[in-house]
């Protein structure tokens, strides 16, 4: 008896998922500004520490990173706000106990709903560095270097300039920390990125 002759089976194309944790190819130009890696993991998948997660295809996020002069424009139209609450300290002897309670309430709740009036108003959000929302505790926590100066209010006549002193060069840091690796240092210390909607 002959056996018949096995059926030839079609080759599959190979399985290329739409996104991935590993790193893109540097010479793939379909999506110039994609990005499908946290910064902040780059070096874990270098590393093979998130090769499991890079196999398993269930969650890998995709998101577009901010623009440095997108974030910069955020920023101004926020510290807008900050001036205005600042005036409070005009108001004499209770001035300076308003401008430390409302303006540390300001920054430290800024993000509160995953983006403050600036990044509303520009298009941007903030997100876990792991592509997932960021939760309150981290967008607080990215706004504290930014708000613990304004406690300084808190000391009569004094507190204005001690304030300026402090917060001036943090955010001259945190601005650079932006410019130089994108992320501001509060980013990394809550694990935050700040993407486009």
Known sequence: MDNPAPSAVP?????????????????EVDRPQQYSVPPLYEAD??????????????????FIS???????????????IVILVSLLALIPLLGGILVA??????LLMRDHRGASIGKRAMGLRVIGS????????????RNTLLALPY????IPYLGI?????VWIP????????????????GDRLAGTIVVKN
């Open 66 to 80: 901010a623009g440095v002069f997108e974030r910069w424009f955020a920023w101004v139209l926020d510290i807008v």
């Open 161 to 165: 300039f001690l304030t300026m002193i």
């Open 170 to 185: 943090v955010c001259f840091i945190e601005s650079l920390s932006t410019l130089i690796t994108g992320r501001r240092i």
């Open 151 to 154: 406690l300084l209010h808190f």
């Open 45 to 62: 998948v270098a590393e093979g520490r998130l090769l499991a997660a890079s196999n398993s295809y269930e969650y890998s996020p995709s």
């Open 11 to 27: 080759a599959l194309p190979p399985f290329k998922p739409l996104f991935s944790l590993v790193p893109r190819d540097v010479n």
């Open 101 to 106: 309670i409302t303006g540390t309430g300001y």
């Open 130 to 141: 792991d592509g997932r929302p960021a939760n309150r505790n981290a967008l607080i926590l």
